[in-house]
């Protein structure tokens, strides 16, 4: 059991993500979904603020608690917590929220080390729905999730992971054996990790390390250290910077996550360097070497989220949600401010990965097991309602 008895749920909506269809291997469409229709989008301007479901005086996960009364702490696998939706997993590295009709957040949810997939949400217990073969050396493993845009027809999944020999993006759906879609990423002793986002254009993005080779990052014949986009098959997706190159932008050392507004029109990932953590605003064809905003002191930068006026970026080493103020024309207008860190809103530890479901909610994933100081309940999947921030940050 993951909480405690099941609550209503009122409405939030989802947005579609959107990759192109697989076109190389067949597989069978009978575990797909076959009721989801497009939803509406939700904004602060035409509707009110979502909620999470109701629990007697317990906090929003960005906000304090609005009552004297504390959320009782988790008891094995049970949490109170109204913003957890699945307990007792391990180092969730990756999310994938899936198309839905509005009346529940559901989401598929990686674990960096064991390769398991699970189908989590907030109307029911976890569920395997996979199992990849992956290692975990060097910070690689399972690092990311991305959806078919036709998941609902053929219910394929993308995932980037470490293997014996190298990092790869595959394709897999419930019950049937991954297929290769792009293989020969550098591995190395570090910096394995890597992310996969659905682009608005039917593209597939991924952001891949250095595999522990700074030059790699520079060398346009090396996929390691890069934001590459590809076609469903692997190949380099038209329109690229360079034809017949699947290197959409370079200069990755140690990538966390890839964001974007939903028309794809800012394109943004996080990075880990020796020197300090950054986010980046990528641009077709360009070096990564003029960080959108940086982190002297390293907080660990991994997901993010681009709230339309604010750049939310998740945290493994702080644990918090550092939230970047946006301009009207996408340049970061100042410091950040701090939410979930226990002292603006409620502290859940190391978190890994972080994935929008909407303009206003997204579901984040903790690591505590990887060296945090998980409690009983962890690793844990979170859902974030956005709201205003509060505190402060650092340069």
């Known amino acids: 059991m993951r909480r405690g008895p099941r609550r209503s749920w009122p409405a939030v909506v989802l947005a579609a993500v959107a990759v ?16 989801w229709r497009a939803a509406p989008e939700l904004s602060a301007e035409s509707a009110p603020q979502p909620q999470l479901p109701e629990i007697e005086d317990s906090p929003t996960p960005q906000g304090p608690s609005s009552s004297e009364t504390p959320v009782p702490p988790p008891e094995g696998c049970t949490d109170y ?6 307990t007792c997993l391990d180092t969730v590295s990756a ?34 729905f996979a199992k990849l073969d992956t290692t975990a050396a060097g910070d690689g493993g399972l690092t990311g999730l991305a959806l078919s845009p036709t998941y609902a027809e053929d219910g394929l999944v993308f995932a980037y992971v470490t293997t014996d020999s ?27 990790r890597g992310a996969l986002l659905p682009g608005a254009d039917g ?20 996929l390691a250290g890069k934001v590459l986009r590809i076609d469903v098959s692997g190949q380099p997706a038209k329109g690229n910077p360079t034809t017949d190159s699947a290197v959409y932008a370079h200069g990755l050392h140690a990538p966390g996550g ?19 953590d950054a986010v980046y605003r990528v641009q077709a064809g360009e070096e990564l070497s003029v960080p959108a905003w940086t982190w002297k002191d390293k907080p660990g930068v991994s997901g993010c989220a681009d709230w339309t006026d604010m750049l939310a970026v998740s945290t493994e080493g702080a644990g918090n949600v550092q939230n970047l103020p946006l301009t009207e024309d996408g340049s970061v207008g100042g410091e950040p401010q701090i939410t979930m860190d226990g002292e603006n809103g409620t502290a859940y530890g190391r ?40 505190g402060s940050g650092r340069d």
Not at 26 to 34: K, L, P, W, Y
């Open 20 to 35: 192109v269809a697989a076109g190389c291997a067949e597989f069978d469409d009978s575990t797909a979904a076959t009721d």
């Open 81 to 86: 917590d109204n913003a957890v939706i699945a």
């Open 95 to 128: 999310l994938a929220p899936l198309p839905s009709d509005g009346s529940a957040v559901t989401a598929l949810a990686g674990e960096r080390r064991s390769g398991r997939v699970f189908l989590v949400g907030t109307d029911g217990e976890k569920q395997e």
């Open 166 to 192: 190298d990092n790869r993006v595959v394709r897999f759906a419930q019950g049937q054996a991954p297929k290769p879609v792009l293989t020969g990423i550098p591995k190395g002793a570090s910096n394995n």
């Open 203 to 222: 593209a597939l993005l991924v952001a891949t390390g250095d595999a522990g080779r700074q030059d790699a990052a520079a060398d346009p014949r090396s």
């Open 258 to 276: 890839l964001c974007s507004t939903a028309d794809g029109s800012r394109l943004w990932v996080t990075d880990q360097a020796k020197e300090h």
């Open 351 to 390: 978190l890994g990965s972080l994935a929008q479901v909407t303009g206003d909610v997204a579901v984040a994933g903790t690591v505590n097991k990887d060296g945090g100081k998980p409690v009983s309940s962890d690793d844990r999947v979170i859902l974030i309602v956005r709201q205003p921030a509060s």
